[in-house]
Protein backbone atom coordinates (compact mmCIF):
# COMPACT_ATOMS: atom_id res chain seq x y z
CA UNK A 1 0.00 0.00 0.00
CA UNK A 2 1.28 3.24 -1.26
CA UNK A 3 1.45 6.47 0.58
CA UNK A 4 -1.18 8.84 -1.28
CA UNK A 5 -0.29 12.11 -2.70
CA UNK A 6 -2.36 14.85 -1.83
CA UNK A 7 -4.01 15.86 -5.31
CA UNK A 8 -2.29 19.89 -5.08
CA UNK A 9 0.79 18.80 -5.11
CA UNK A 10 0.90 16.35 -7.54
CA UNK A 11 -0.48 19.46 -10.23
CA UNK A 12 2.45 21.47 -8.19
CA UNK A 13 4.42 18.79 -9.63
CA UNK A 14 3.08 18.50 -12.98
CA UNK A 15 2.99 22.39 -14.01
CA UNK A 16 6.81 22.32 -12.63
CA UNK A 17 8.78 19.02 -13.57
CA UNK A 18 11.47 19.68 -10.80
CA UNK A 19 9.00 20.87 -8.34
CA UNK A 20 9.86 22.19 -4.71
CA UNK A 21 12.47 20.48 -2.53
CA UNK A 22 9.20 19.86 0.05
CA UNK A 23 7.19 18.18 -3.20
CA UNK A 24 10.27 16.04 -4.16
CA UNK A 25 10.27 14.63 -0.86
CA UNK A 26 7.07 13.95 -0.14
CA UNK A 27 6.80 12.46 -3.68
CA UNK A 28 9.70 10.59 -2.61
CA UNK A 29 7.93 9.10 0.74
CA UNK A 30 4.88 8.29 -1.54
CA UNK A 31 6.74 5.83 -3.64
CA UNK A 32 8.37 4.20 -0.32
CA UNK A 33 6.17 1.06 0.14
CA UNK A 34 4.91 1.27 4.22
CA UNK A 35 6.36 -1.91 4.70
CA UNK A 36 9.93 -0.57 3.66
CA UNK A 37 12.65 0.56 6.91
CA UNK A 38 12.82 4.12 6.38
CA UNK A 39 15.94 3.96 9.13
CA UNK A 40 17.81 2.25 6.17
CA UNK A 41 17.80 5.39 4.30
CA UNK A 42 19.08 7.43 7.41
CA UNK A 43 22.69 5.91 6.40
CA UNK A 44 22.43 8.18 3.27
CA UNK A 45 23.67 12.37 4.28
CA UNK A 46 22.02 13.60 1.06
CA UNK A 47 18.34 11.88 2.11
CA UNK A 48 19.16 13.29 6.00
CA UNK A 49 20.09 16.85 4.32
CA UNK A 50 16.74 16.58 2.69
CA UNK A 51 14.25 15.96 5.58
CA UNK A 52 16.05 18.85 7.69
CA UNK A 53 15.24 21.38 4.48
CA UNK A 54 11.82 19.89 4.33
CA UNK A 55 11.11 20.56 7.96
CA UNK A 56 11.06 24.16 7.65
CA UNK A 57 8.79 24.73 4.01
CA UNK A 58 5.93 24.13 5.09
CA UNK A 59 5.97 27.50 8.16
CA UNK A 60 8.27 30.04 6.70
CA UNK A 61 8.66 32.94 9.08
CA UNK A 62 10.73 35.08 7.23
CA UNK A 63 8.74 38.10 5.74
CA UNK A 64 7.76 37.87 2.36
CA UNK A 65 10.06 41.05 1.22
CA UNK A 66 13.32 39.35 2.51
CA UNK A 67 12.65 36.61 0.10
CA UNK A 68 15.78 35.97 -2.53
CA UNK A 69 13.04 35.94 -5.19
CA UNK A 70 9.34 36.41 -4.87
CA UNK A 71 7.12 33.91 -5.81
CA UNK A 72 4.99 34.07 -9.20
CA UNK A 73 1.63 34.72 -7.64
CA UNK A 74 3.19 37.63 -5.90
CA UNK A 75 4.68 39.16 -9.09
CA UNK A 76 2.12 42.27 -10.42
CA UNK A 77 1.48 42.26 -14.12
CA UNK A 78 0.89 45.50 -15.25
CA UNK A 79 0.50 46.12 -19.56
CA UNK A 80 -0.91 48.56 -21.99
CA UNK A 81 -0.46 51.58 -23.73
CA UNK A 82 3.21 52.07 -24.85
CA UNK A 83 3.05 55.44 -24.06
CA UNK A 84 3.06 54.78 -20.29
CA UNK A 85 5.61 52.03 -20.55
CA UNK A 86 8.84 53.97 -19.66
CA UNK A 87 7.58 55.95 -17.27
CA UNK A 88 5.50 53.16 -15.28
CA UNK A 89 8.99 50.57 -15.61
CA UNK A 90 10.79 53.16 -14.01
CA UNK A 91 8.04 53.03 -11.15
CA UNK A 92 8.12 49.80 -11.30
CA UNK A 93 12.07 49.52 -10.97
CA UNK A 94 11.92 51.67 -7.90
CA UNK A 95 8.96 50.13 -6.08
CA UNK A 96 10.65 46.69 -6.78
CA UNK A 97 13.96 48.13 -5.25
CA UNK A 98 11.98 49.78 -1.80
CA UNK A 99 9.85 47.20 -1.49
CA UNK A 100 11.17 43.85 -2.44
CA UNK A 101 7.81 43.33 -4.24
CA UNK A 102 7.99 42.92 -8.12
CA UNK A 103 6.29 44.55 -10.96
CA UNK A 104 6.50 43.01 -14.18
CA UNK A 105 5.45 45.66 -17.53
CA UNK A 106 5.75 44.01 -20.59
CA UNK A 107 5.76 45.28 -24.09
CA UNK A 108 3.32 47.32 -25.44
CA UNK A 109 -0.09 45.42 -26.33
CA UNK A 110 -1.94 48.93 -26.41
CA UNK A 111 -4.47 50.77 -24.06
CA UNK A 112 -7.66 48.28 -26.23
CA UNK A 113 -5.14 45.01 -25.40
CA UNK A 114 -4.84 45.90 -22.07
CA UNK A 115 -9.03 46.69 -21.78
CA UNK A 116 -9.33 43.14 -23.21
CA UNK A 117 -6.86 41.56 -20.99
CA UNK A 118 -8.63 42.88 -17.83
CA UNK A 119 -11.74 41.88 -19.08
CA UNK A 120 -10.70 38.40 -19.47
CA UNK A 121 -8.78 38.01 -16.21
CA UNK A 122 -5.76 38.04 -17.87
CA UNK A 123 -4.34 40.94 -16.11
CA UNK A 124 -5.06 42.60 -12.67
CA UNK A 125 -3.88 46.38 -13.73
CA UNK A 126 -3.66 47.68 -17.34
CA UNK A 127 -2.18 50.76 -18.38
CA UNK A 128 -4.37 53.60 -20.91
CA UNK A 129 -2.80 56.43 -22.99
CA UNK A 130 -6.78 57.77 -22.57
CA UNK A 131 -9.50 58.23 -20.58
CA UNK A 132 -12.11 55.21 -20.54
CA UNK A 133 -15.35 55.49 -22.57
CA UNK A 134 -18.84 55.31 -21.00
CA UNK A 135 -18.67 52.42 -22.68
CA UNK A 136 -16.43 50.93 -20.70
CA UNK A 137 -16.87 52.32 -17.46
CA UNK A 138 -20.73 50.57 -17.48
CA UNK A 139 -18.17 47.23 -17.98
CA UNK A 140 -17.20 47.86 -14.87
CA UNK A 141 -13.60 49.18 -15.60
CA UNK A 142 -12.25 51.92 -13.48
CA UNK A 143 -9.48 54.12 -13.85
CA UNK A 144 -6.73 56.61 -11.71
CA UNK A 145 -4.63 58.87 -13.71
CA UNK A 146 -1.14 59.34 -12.43
CA UNK A 147 0.64 61.28 -15.13
CA UNK A 148 0.64 63.43 -17.90
CA UNK A 149 3.12 63.25 -20.17
CA UNK A 150 4.22 65.22 -22.97
CA UNK A 151 3.98 64.14 -26.45
CA UNK A 152 7.07 65.05 -28.53
CA UNK A 153 7.54 66.15 -32.18
CA UNK A 154 10.83 63.70 -32.34
CA UNK A 155 13.20 63.60 -35.21
CA UNK A 156 16.14 61.42 -35.98
CA UNK A 157 19.54 62.24 -35.22
CA UNK A 158 20.46 63.82 -38.80
CA UNK A 159 17.76 66.35 -39.11
CA UNK A 160 19.30 69.71 -38.53
CA UNK A 161 16.01 71.72 -37.84
CA UNK A 162 15.61 72.34 -33.81
CA UNK A 163 11.82 73.73 -34.42
CA UNK A 164 8.87 73.67 -36.49
CA UNK A 165 5.82 75.59 -37.06
CA UNK A 166 2.15 73.76 -36.88
CA UNK A 167 1.61 74.83 -40.48
CA UNK A 168 4.92 73.35 -42.15
CA UNK A 169 3.34 69.76 -40.11
CA UNK A 170 0.85 69.96 -41.90
CA UNK A 171 2.42 70.48 -45.20
CA UNK A 172 4.67 67.15 -44.43
CA UNK A 173 1.92 65.12 -43.83
CA UNK A 174 -0.17 66.45 -46.31
CA UNK A 175 2.54 65.62 -49.00
CA UNK A 176 3.18 69.43 -49.73
CA UNK A 177 6.54 69.74 -48.06
CA UNK A 178 8.74 66.55 -48.85
CA UNK A 179 12.54 67.95 -48.10
CA UNK A 180 14.05 69.68 -44.69
CA UNK A 181 16.22 72.61 -45.53
CA UNK A 182 19.24 70.86 -46.43
CA UNK A 183 17.28 68.79 -49.42
CA UNK A 184 17.36 65.50 -47.55
CA UNK A 185 13.81 63.72 -48.48
CA UNK A 186 11.67 63.72 -45.27
CA UNK A 187 10.27 60.61 -44.09
CA UNK A 188 7.12 61.07 -42.17
CA UNK A 189 5.58 58.45 -39.65
CA UNK A 190 2.08 58.26 -38.44
CA UNK A 191 0.30 56.36 -35.34
CA UNK A 192 -2.84 54.16 -36.59
CA UNK A 193 -5.46 55.59 -36.87
CA UNK A 194 -7.15 54.43 -33.22
CA UNK A 195 -4.35 54.99 -31.69
CA UNK A 196 -3.99 58.04 -28.61
CA UNK A 197 -1.30 60.06 -30.41
CA UNK A 198 -4.33 60.80 -33.15
CA UNK A 199 -6.95 61.77 -30.25
CA UNK A 200 -4.53 64.22 -28.85
CA UNK A 201 -3.50 65.71 -32.49
CA UNK A 202 -7.14 65.86 -33.11
CA UNK A 203 -7.91 68.01 -30.15
CA UNK A 204 -4.78 70.47 -29.98
CA UNK A 205 -4.45 70.12 -33.73
CA UNK A 206 -7.43 69.80 -36.14
CA UNK A 207 -5.80 70.12 -39.27
CA UNK A 208 -3.20 68.03 -38.61
CA UNK A 209 -5.30 65.75 -37.72
CA UNK A 210 -7.12 65.74 -41.04
CA UNK A 211 -3.84 65.95 -42.67
CA UNK A 212 -2.79 62.50 -40.85
CA UNK A 213 -6.07 60.40 -41.91
CA UNK A 214 -6.06 61.68 -45.85
CA UNK A 215 -2.44 60.53 -45.62
CA UNK A 216 -3.31 57.12 -43.79
CA UNK A 217 -6.06 56.33 -46.74
CA UNK A 218 -3.40 57.24 -49.44
CA UNK A 219 -0.80 54.81 -47.57
CA UNK A 220 1.52 57.91 -48.33
CA UNK A 221 3.18 57.60 -45.39
CA UNK A 222 4.76 54.62 -43.08
CA UNK A 223 1.69 54.02 -40.25
CA UNK A 224 3.07 52.12 -37.11
CA UNK A 225 1.06 50.41 -35.02
CA UNK A 226 2.86 50.58 -31.33
CA UNK A 227 5.57 53.55 -29.65
CA UNK A 228 8.06 50.65 -29.92
CA UNK A 229 7.57 50.32 -33.42
CA UNK A 230 7.43 54.30 -33.66
CA UNK A 231 11.06 54.97 -31.23
CA UNK A 232 12.51 51.83 -33.52
CA UNK A 233 11.84 53.59 -36.81
CA UNK A 234 12.83 56.92 -35.80
CA UNK A 235 16.63 55.63 -34.48
CA UNK A 236 17.41 53.84 -37.74
CA UNK A 237 15.47 56.05 -40.48
CA UNK A 238 17.97 59.00 -41.37
CA UNK A 239 15.47 62.04 -42.13
CA UNK A 240 12.37 60.82 -39.93
CA UNK A 241 9.82 63.17 -38.07
CA UNK A 242 6.77 61.08 -36.06
CA UNK A 243 5.81 61.30 -32.71
CA UNK A 244 7.10 59.74 -28.73
CA UNK A 245 6.03 60.39 -25.57
CA UNK A 246 8.71 62.68 -23.67
CA UNK A 247 9.74 59.97 -21.02
CA UNK A 248 10.85 57.37 -24.21
CA UNK A 249 12.44 60.26 -25.60
CA UNK A 250 14.67 61.14 -22.65
CA UNK A 251 15.42 57.60 -22.32
CA UNK A 252 17.39 57.90 -26.04
CA UNK A 253 18.43 61.59 -25.90
CA UNK A 254 21.33 62.14 -28.55
CA UNK A 255 19.61 59.09 -30.94
CA UNK A 256 16.30 61.24 -30.91
CA UNK A 257 15.07 65.18 -30.59
CA UNK A 258 12.26 66.36 -29.77
CA UNK A 259 11.59 69.67 -31.74
CA UNK A 260 10.18 73.13 -30.07
CA UNK A 261 6.66 73.57 -31.85
CA UNK A 262 5.30 77.00 -32.72
CA UNK A 263 9.07 78.27 -30.94
CA UNK A 264 8.25 76.66 -27.80
CA UNK A 265 10.02 73.80 -26.06
CA UNK A 266 8.47 70.79 -24.75
CA UNK A 267 9.49 70.95 -20.92
CA UNK A 268 7.68 70.49 -17.81
CA UNK A 269 7.26 74.31 -17.05
CA UNK A 270 5.53 74.76 -20.51
CA UNK A 271 3.42 71.38 -20.05
CA UNK A 272 1.83 72.73 -16.88
CA UNK A 273 1.38 76.18 -18.06
CA UNK A 274 -0.18 74.63 -21.55
CA UNK A 275 2.33 76.93 -23.19
CA UNK A 276 3.30 73.62 -25.24
CA UNK A 277 -0.18 71.50 -26.17
CA UNK A 278 0.24 68.01 -26.99
CA UNK A 279 0.80 66.13 -23.70
CA UNK A 280 -1.57 62.47 -22.92
CA UNK A 281 -2.87 61.17 -19.53
CA UNK A 282 -1.48 58.22 -18.17
CA UNK A 283 -4.10 56.02 -16.58
CA UNK A 284 -4.14 52.74 -14.46
CA UNK A 285 -6.90 50.92 -15.22
CA UNK A 286 -8.84 47.83 -13.53
CA UNK A 287 -12.28 46.45 -12.84
CA UNK A 288 -13.91 46.09 -9.40
CA UNK A 289 -11.50 46.62 -6.62
CA UNK A 290 -7.56 46.58 -7.66
CA UNK A 291 -5.60 44.11 -6.01
CA UNK A 292 -4.02 44.03 -2.81
CA UNK A 293 -0.48 44.93 -4.31
CA UNK A 294 -1.72 46.50 -7.00
CA UNK A 295 -2.95 49.55 -4.47
CA UNK A 296 0.64 49.05 -3.17
CA UNK A 297 2.06 49.80 -6.13
CA UNK A 298 -0.62 52.86 -7.17
CA UNK A 299 0.14 54.12 -3.67
CA UNK A 300 4.00 54.17 -4.31
CA UNK A 301 3.35 56.18 -7.47
CA UNK A 302 1.35 58.72 -5.60
CA UNK A 303 3.86 58.85 -2.81
CA UNK A 304 7.01 61.67 -2.34
CA UNK A 305 9.38 59.16 -3.56
CA UNK A 306 6.92 58.39 -7.37
CA UNK A 307 6.25 62.34 -7.65
CA UNK A 308 9.65 63.01 -7.84
CA UNK A 309 10.66 60.07 -10.13
CA UNK A 310 7.57 60.93 -12.61
CA UNK A 311 9.17 64.75 -12.42
CA UNK A 312 12.64 63.25 -13.43
CA UNK A 313 11.21 61.12 -15.78
CA UNK A 314 9.94 64.15 -17.93
CA UNK A 315 6.37 63.97 -16.60
CA UNK A 316 3.96 65.65 -14.49
CA UNK A 317 2.65 64.03 -11.36
CA UNK A 318 -1.23 64.38 -10.49
CA UNK A 319 -2.78 65.03 -7.36
CA UNK A 320 -3.52 62.37 -4.79
CA UNK A 321 -5.62 60.29 -7.06
CA UNK A 322 -7.87 61.99 -8.27
Request: glycine letters at 8%; hydrophobic letters at 40%.
Amino acid sequence: MGLRVPAPMTARLQGNPKGTDCDLFLLFLAKLRLGLRVKKWLRYPTFILLLIACTGCAKSTAPPHLSAKPAEADILLVAGSGANISLTRRLAEEYSRQSGSKVDVPGSIGTIGAIKAIREGAIPMGLASRSLTQEEKAQGLKQIRYAEVGLAIAVSSSVEETTIEEQTLIQIYSGEKTAWRNGAEIIALCMYEGDSTNAVLGQKMPALSSALQVAAARKSWKVLYSEGAMLETLLKTPNAIGFVDAATLRENQGKVRALSLNGVEMNANNLQTGRYPLKKNLYFIYRGEPSDSAKRFIDFCFSEAGRKLILAAGALPTPWKE
